[in-house]
């Protein structure tokens, strides 16, 4: 029989370069060491859906925001209910589910083309699926987001430019306040050095470890 805190789904957000990807290994370890089971997933996932969207992220294909935006939702769907890697299978067999961007990256990045009252439509039925227990925002500077990308990546996804990146701060900051009343939001400075920003983490999220 697992505990509460053996089925927790944990999401870490952040702008591309934010340091998020590594925090997730910094908290899987942790949790390994403490004796629980710990599954890590990211989005878009590895499924036929989010293969074609790496390809449209990558710019290889060019599909209609509109409809990258659906494909998303899509994805996401699959990820939450399929019946080998899914989160909520994961979750049964007693997993702390980590997983790197959620919704609320769709409302941010696809809200710089679209509505985002359109796109929090399309991931209403996700959102009735499965909420996160708690949503880290690992925030940092644009600028020095984007220096990160640009020494260690030899070519920039779509939505990879400075620019860019301010605007989906912004609209992650604005869904945020869209769904205060509704989710779980906690933002720690990803300024700091990769262990304060670890410890920072933990501060705000051990209470879920309490049995």
Known sequence: MTS???????VFEGIDGSGKSTQIERLEKRLLSMGLSVHKTFEPT??????????????????????????????????????????????????????????????AYHGLEMDMERVIDLNAYNMYLLKPAVNIFIDIDPAKSFKRIEKCRKKLDLFETEATMKQ???????????????????????????????KAVWNRIQHLFND
């Open 46 to 107: 590895h499924g036929p859906i989010g293969a074609f969207l790496r390809r449209i992220l990558s710019g290889e294909i060019r599909v209609d925001p509109n409809a990258v935006a659906h494909l998303f939702a899509a994805d996401r769907t699959e990820h939450i209910l399929n019946s080998e890697y899914g989160i909520k299978r994961k979750m049964d067999q007693g997993a702390v589910v980590l997983c790197d961007r959620y919704y609320f990256s769709s409302f």
């Open 4 to 10: 509460k805190r053996n089925r927790l789904f944990i």
């Open 168 to 198: 989906v701060r912004n609209l992650y900051f604005k869904a945020f306040e869209r769904f205060k009343d509704q989710e779980t939001v906690v933002a720690i400075d990803g300024g700091q050095s990769e262990p304060e920003v670890e």
